[in-house]
């Protein structure tokens, strides 16, 4: 995989910005003092006035949103996943969801891919925690194509939006032309008979190196990117779940309240089907390198390989 392209979505983040920004006057950004982290400097580079270092304050960073957003401006707030879902998480719902208000919300840094910064930054519950709450639209890209068409799909959609981006650079698979990011609507990368797939984020290049593994065990798995968490595809779920009649959902969070949990609400009420979650199992991460701390909890492509080969035989 060495010649495939890979970049970290949050750099997709920053370029998406700098893009939008040059197109809409109304959108401002603000970061809580991890500008070159989050990568919004590159925002700050292009537009000085339009982007503004709020500190070590994510809460507060939150409520100026909110209030930016009542005077006909677009903001994006900024900080690393942790912070922007979980230290904030009472300003986001009670300033931001509740009263509905037009604030997006750009976590990067999510998930064990964090590596060396360990257990208290890897933040795996931050899916849960913005599902949650009423009306928050809920974002997990893929890709850096992917991250940038949410990036701007984020900014037309009236009201709050979350949007989940790594630290860690992945290979970019979407770059296609009869590609389309639509929010709540669920992408068939590959079909299949014999299990269905659903992953979101970094795990969807993994779901696809581990299907080529699975095809040469004979296990034809069909393969959808869910990008959107909240609102989820639930046609495409329950279509493809009554299709091959076994489902296996893969997400770099939490296997509960996430991606897995979704499908499962979906399923219980719609179509009852045997079912399998990857993820990371009700315990905290540690430091280490991203890709081995990946392959530690079964989160690269072999994990997922030799789970669902397990699970469907």
């Known amino acids: 995989m060495s010649d495939v392209k890979?970049?970290?979505?949050?750099?997709?983040?920053?370029?998406?910005?700098?893009e939008l920004g040059q197109e809409h006057e109304d959108l401002i950004v603000l970061d809580a003092d991890l500008a070159a982290?989050?990568?919004?400097?590159?925002?700050?580079?292009a537009f000085p006035e339009r982007h503004w270092d709020i500190g070590i304050a994510e809460a507060n960073m939150a409520g100026i949103a909110a209030g930016l957003s009542t005077c006909g401006k677009v903001p994006f707030i900024s900080s690393f996943a942790m912070f922007a879902a979980g230290r904030a998480y009472e300003q986001?719902?009670?300033?931001?969801?509740?009263?509905?208000?037009?604030?997006?919300?750009?976590?990067?840094?999510?998930?064990?891919?964090v590596g060396e910064d360990g257990a208290s930054h890897q933040c795996l519950e931050d899916l849960a925690l913005m599902r949650e709450i009423p009306g928050m639209v809920v974002i997990n890209p893929s890709d850096d194509v992917e991250a940038k068409a949410a990036v701007k799909?984020?900014?037309?959609?009236?009201?709050?939006?979350?949007?989940?981006?790594?630290?860690?650079?992945?290979?970019?698979?979407?770059?296609?032309?009869?590609?389309?990011?639509e929010i709540g609507k669920g992408v068939v990368l590959k079909e299949g008979k014999d299990v269905t797939i659903f992953a979101?984020?970094?795990?969807?290049?993994?779901?696809?190196?581990?299907?080529?593994?699975l095809a040469a065990d004979g296990i034809d798995a069909e393969i959808i990117n869910i990008h959107t968490i909240k609102p989820i595809d639930k046609e495409l779920v329950v279509a493809s779940a009554k299709k091959t009649g076994k489902v296996v959902t893969v997400e770099e969070h939490s296997v509960i309240g996430?991606?897995?949990?979704?499908?499962?609400?979906?399923?219980?009420?719609?179509a009852p089907t045997k079912m399998l979650r990857i993820g990371v199992n009700d315990t905290f991460?540690?430091?280490?390198?991203?890709?081995?701390?990946?392959?530690?909890?079964g989160l690269d492509a072999e994990g997922i390989y030799n789970k669902v080969k397990a699970f469907v035989k």
Request: a neutral charge; hydrophobic letters at 35%; charged letters at 25%.
């Open 92 to 113: 986001v719902r009670n300033s931001i969801g509740y009263p509905k208000l037009n604030v997006k919300i750009g976590a990067t840094h999510a998930g064990i891919s």
């Open 37 to 45: 982290a989050t990568k919004t400097g590159t925002f700050r580079k």
């Open 285 to 297: 991460g540690e430091s280490g390198p991203a890709l081995e701390l990946i392959h530690k909890y």
């Open 200 to 213: 979101t984020g970094l795990e969807v290049n993994e779901t696809l190196e581990a299907e080529r593994l």
């Open 153 to 181: 799909a984020a900014y037309e959609h009236v009201g709050p939006v979350y949007l989940r981006f790594g630290r860690l650079a992945v290979p970019v698979i979407n770059d296609r032309p009869d590609y389309k990011f």
């Open 258 to 270: 996430g991606l897995g949990s979704a499908v499962a609400e979906v399923l219980c009420e719609e």
């Open 6 to 18: 890979k970049i970290a979505t949050r750099d997709s983040y920053g370029n998406a910005l700098v």
